[in-house]
């Protein structure tokens, strides 16, 4: 697809035709400089270095001005944030008291997404975006992938980077995957990035690295690449440690080629860490969870204003495309806000999947706009493939749909509805039945689709409530603290208009009994589709102590079938050897407790 628009691509201009060599030698020093720096001090905040950037212009600490480099490729740099657990209102522009100038000021000269859909938990929302599927269509229908599961991303699926990769970018991932890792095949670097640096795992901690899953199952989580990168466990809380290696790749990468960054942060998911400094301005907040998500989404703001810095410092901005998105709605107890919105993370009610969104590029046409369209997080596997001038399979059945237009543009989208997921394991309704779907569909089944303004739940909806900003105690939302909300017996289904009543506060079902039929009906059409749910039992072998003390891959192909060519004794001493090699690397686990490991 071709990209129009100011900030376009120009030809390459030799670096003499840049800078004189005055301005050349000095620059050079400065780079030497800033290198040394990155290594020395790690985390930079570039914030008062390049205060005085102004249109696409960069101010050196002399004083001169300098252009950034000019890029060669038409291909644009795609840059994806996906944020972890965000609520939709934990941002500055949604009202939030967190502070994000960076976030709202990104949001305020692209384009915000104000009608933007995720999934309620990670593991969800991750494999739609690399996929661009429904989860019906991957097996990942049910809750997330455990580290103790023998799962993945289903390997016959071509993943985002791959595809990108075939069109000449460079792929790079920095930051949490949770699609899986049992075996080796299912690295990120199996799955199409060049380059790796992160957690495999849902959640651990921000300093120490180190999960776990539940008592005597405990483990590091940090790769590089394929290999635990022992040598990075220093205690560089992960936010910082991420932008950090980011700012690596682009001072490393030739701007004049294409680069595919999918930064995923493990903020603000808990456990709740923040470094101090970040705390000041939210003393006030009595409630300590609320306070510990603020510093750490205050963390978060500034991390994305370094890599946006970075972009520009290294020749990438003008001709980039940055996309940030949440990956799921806020969880309450653990510091996160939805309001107005009803329920939470872990639900289909809005709280659990209306995200926070936006798009900020020099390419994009209309600038400082909102978008109000249907769009969801399956959308960006085609969009980014057809800005990079990709191409996908006729056979692949997608999901996603190319809404470049629709934001760059403001054009109507092409999406009319979403599925936003069909549960056939989750703890069915007790009150639902074929008879509650007019014999269409079980309503015991939890299920949730959009469709236009409509929107239809059925089964059990979990926690259903709106908790207004700052009113739940340091306990948690309780019953003082809500507006609750009492079902009537027997209810199992829900009809919204989502355009009219986005805060779900007036149920339709039973005045649209014909809205409800027409819904039911495109979820069994869509149900025909599906394909067996892939949820496997724990795998004993998964533990961290039988691997080094690593999180990694423990399925080998000889646990599948032994070869009756080797023997019991010629096994044995390799496989001591194997055992001695890896417990050099175990130890003791720091700071190591049970956690929810809930995406």
């Known amino acids: 697809m071709a990209l129009r628009g100011g900030g376009?691509?120009?030809p390459?201009?030799?670096?003499?035709?840049?800078?004189?060599p005055g301005r050349m030698l000095a620059m050079g020093a400065l780079a030497g400089f800033w290198v040394l720096s990155l290594l020395t001090y790690g985390y930079l905040s570039w914030g008062q270095r390049l205060e005085d950037e102004e249109e696409g212009t960069l101010l050196t600490q002399a004083g001169e001005r300098r252009e950034p480099i000019t890029t060669a490729t038409s291909q644009p740099h795609l840059i994806f944030i996906l944020a972890d657990d965000q609520g939709f209102r934990d941002v500055g522009y949604h009202g939030s008291e967190i502070k994000t100038p960076t976030l709202d000021k990104l949001a305020a000269e692209g384009v915000k997404l104000e009608n933007y859909y995720v999934q309620p938990i990670c593991t969800p929302s991750r494999s739609q975006f690399i996929t661009g599927k429904y989860q019906i269509h991957t097996g990942l229908q049910h809750s997330i992938i455990r580290p103790t599961q023998p799962n993945c991303l289903p390997l016959d699926n071509a993943t985002l980077p791959q595809k990108l990769k075939e069109v000449g970018y460079s792929t790079h991932m920095v930051g949490k995957w949770h699609l899986g890792f049992y075996k080796k095949e299912c690295m990120p670097t199996k799955r199409g990035f060049d380059t790796f640096f992160g957690s495999l795992l849902g959640s651990g901690d921000y300093y120490t690295h180190y999960k776990c899953d539940s008592p005597g199952m405990c483990g590091y989580d940090l790769?590089?690449?394929d290999n635990a990168a022992w040598d990075y466990d220093n205690g560089i809380y992960s936010t910082q440690m991420y932008t950090q290696r980011v700012q690596q790749i682009l001072a490393s990468h030739n701007p004049t080629k294409p680069i595919f960054l999918y930064i995923a942060y493990q903020a603000v998911h808990s456990p709740l860490q923040a470094p101090g400094r970040y705390f000041e301005h939210y003393r006030s907040i009595i409630n300590i969870n609320r306070r510990r998500y603020a510093a750490m989404l205050s963390c978060l703001d500034e991390a994305i204003n370094n890599v946006t810095l970075a972009l520009k410092t290294y020749g990438f901005y003008n001709n980039s495309i940055i996309i940030y998105s949440s990956d799921n709605g806020g969880q309450p107890t653990a510091g996160g806000s939805n309001w107005p919105l009803r329920g939470s993370k872990g639900t289909y009610w809005e709280g659990g999947i209306r995200a926070v969104g936006f798009v900020h590029s020099p390419l994009l046409k209309n600038k400082g706009t909102v978008c109000k369209e249907l769009v969801h997080i399956t959308d960006w596997y085609p969009t980014l493939i057809s800005l990079a001038e990709g191409q996908i399979d006729e056979d692949i059945q997608l999901d996603g749909y190319d809404i470049w237009e629709t934001i760059s543009e403001g054009l109507r989208s092409p999406r009319m509805d979403i599925l936003h997921n069909i549960d056939p394991i989750y703890t069915k309704a007790k009150n639902g039945s074929w008879a509650a779907?007019?014999?269409?569909?079980?309503?015991a089944?939890?299920?949730a689709i959009r469709v236009q303004?409509?929107?239809?739940?059925?089964?059990?909806?979990?926690?259903?409530?709106w908790v207004p900003p700052q009113s739940f105690s340091n306990l948690g939302p309780n019953r003082w603290h809500n507006e609750r909300i009492t079902l009537s017996t027997g209810k199992s289904v829900w009809l919204f208009n989502i355009t009219a009543d986005p805060y779900e506060r007036v149920d339709l079902s039973h005045r649209y009994p014909g809205i409800v039929k027409q819904l039911l009906r495109r979820l069994s059409q869509f149900n025909k589709t599906a394909v067996p749910v892939r949820y496997p039992p724990k795998d004993p072998r998964s533990n961290p102590r039988l691997n080094g003390g690593v999180w990694g891959p423990w399925y080998k192909e000889e646990n599948k079938k032994k070869k009756p060519s080797k023997c019991k004794a010629e096994k044995k001493p390799k496989k001591n050897k194997i055992k001695?090699?890896?417990?050099?690397?175990a130890?003791?686990?720091p700071n190591c407790h049970s956690s929810d490991t809930r995406g």
Request: proline content about 9%.
């Open 8 to 10: 376009g691509p120009q």
């Open 12 to 20: 390459p201009r030799s670096p003499q035709a840049r800078v004189g």
């Open 223 to 225: 790769y590089e690449n």
């Open 437 to 443: 779907g007019y014999g269409i569909w079980n309503t």
């Open 445 to 447: 089944i939890q299920s």
């Open 453 to 465: 303004h409509w929107k239809l739940l059925t089964g059990n909806p979990g926690y259903s409530e």
């Open 580 to 585: 001695k090699k890896k417990q050099q690397k």
């Open 587 to 589: 130890g003791s686990v």
